[in-house]
């Protein structure tokens, strides 16, 4: 160690490193057996600190096609196992995960930047989700319709793909590979997982935990991992070998994912941008839209694909909630730092690229005639923070305000009733999530219907930002349509076929054609 900076892995304080089996360099390939992936090294930095936490081998091309190589052939042998014992395992794999919820989730802070209550939340969701899939293995099914031929049934039944590949995004390391994995194993596939490279230490110490439960049930690997670089995801896209690919990232990155998928007639679910808009009728129970408003804005820094983005308050309430509002922003202050602390309340965004795009966001929004009510400026301590701001006084449909920009920047605008509200919750590219609050049932269902919200999610009185597994989770738009984790999402994972059983003697034509 003489000479050499020590990584935060190497310290007491990060002791709980250890205990998940991470080191100071570690192997970033699971293909069956760990493997140092040939790719080269991947630093991997504390958003809070600056500081190195650990390093990850990360694999190439040829460490992915040896991933390709066991999923494929772990899925012969895993589609013939039983769903409700499928059903076990992944039981199993939610049994392990609570063992190491603390320590998993105080990585997933450290390494992303959310707080540790989101940290372990997330992997609490990843807990969510497989009790959810157990239930799921002796439940999904087809259905059994009528036929109009005498003494004939028609069924349906749903069979696995294949092996699925998931693409996953920072800012949610461990919960959408958890959304996507514990609904495709149940089902009967195989999975392939590359995570963000930022976030390698969360795909490493996962998959460690969900192969352990894998090796010890006496599996081939069902589950494999390539920590990779660009080209190890645009291989996993051209792949014919990977029939469904999941993607959560940016918007411009999808659209190239579901060309290419569409291409060569692979399945594709996009989980991308979002422009969220929470609106404040004048009805509206404002305590809990202002409570609302705090979280949905600032929570993960605004580094959630369901964070507030807009906020559309009626008129008459307009200069009274955004006073109250400011002064909420200037007591969270007091809150900054680091993730790990239990009195942060509001940590860093998570790299210098993000700083970036915060400054060049407020830059261009004052330059448009904007004001800055409070924030817009970078926070002057170790690490990648930022003051969270709310910017005022923009046209609705201003280009700053149309385009998704991945920080702790609200836009506030007035409208004078629920109807512009609503159209301009709707005049954004992205359809993500959106917020009504309002005490009448009118103005709720008039936002539920058809000249709504058009957005995947759509909640009453409650933050756009968060959900739970039990729903189906996805937008519409250029959100690109996928719908992951709840309801009846796990579709999207298996194949359809319909079946004519005839069980009688004769042979009767539909639609009472006569062939004679």
Known sequence: MSGMTKYLVEEDNFAFLRDLGLQRVNNG?????????????????????????????????QDLERCLTAGVAAYQEWKKIPAPLRGDVIRQIGDELRKYREPLGKLVALEMGKILPEGVGEVQEFVDICDYAVGLSRMFGGAIFPSERPQHTILEKWNPLGLVGVISAFNFPCAVFGWNAAIA???????????????????????????????????????????????????????????????????????????????????????????????????????????????????TAGQRCTTTRRLIIHAKLYDSFIAKLVKRYASLLKRVGHPLDSATLYGPVHNQQAVDNYLQTVQEAVALGGKVECGGKVIDRAGFFVEPTII????????????????PIVYVFKASNLQEAISWNNEVDQGL????????????????????????????????????????????????GGRESGSDAWKQYARRSTITVNHSTDLPLAQGIVFE
Not at 30 to 59: C, F, H, L, M
């Open 29 to 61: 390939v699971y293909n069956g057996e760990w493997v140092a992936g040939t790719a080269g090294k991947v630093q991997s930095i504390d958003p809070a600190s600056g500081r190195v936490i650990a390093e990850v081998a990360t694999g190439s091309e």
């Open 185 to 299: 194993l149940t089902v009967g596939n195989t999975v392939l997982w590359k995570g963000a490279p930022s976030t390698s230490l969360v795909s490493v110490a996962t998959t460690k935990i969900v192969t352990d439960v894998i090796k010890r049930n006496k599996l081939p690997p069902i589950v494999t991992l390539c920590q990779g670089g660009e080209a190890v995801g645009k291989r996993m896209v051209s792949d014919e070998r990977i029939r469904l690919m999941s993607f959560t990232g940016s918007t411009a990155v999808g659209r190239t994912v579901g060309i290419e998928m569409q291409r060569r007639f692979g399945r594709c679910l996009l989980e991308l941008g979002g422009n969220n808009a929470l609106i404040i009728n004048e009805d509206a129970p404002q305590e809990m839209a202002l409570d609302a408003a705090f979280f949905g804005c600032i929570g």
């Open 433 to 480: 999530s959106s917020s009504l609050f309002t005490n009448n049932i009118q103005s709720a269902f008039e936002w539920l219907g058809e000249s709504g919200s058009d957005c995947g999610i759509v909640n009453i009185n409650t933050s756009p930002s968060g959900a739970e597994i039990g729903g189906a989770f996805g937008g519409e738009k250029h959100t690109g």
């Open 392 to 407: 005022s006084n923009l046209p609705h449909d201003a280009p700053v305000v149309k385009r998704e920009t991945f920080a």
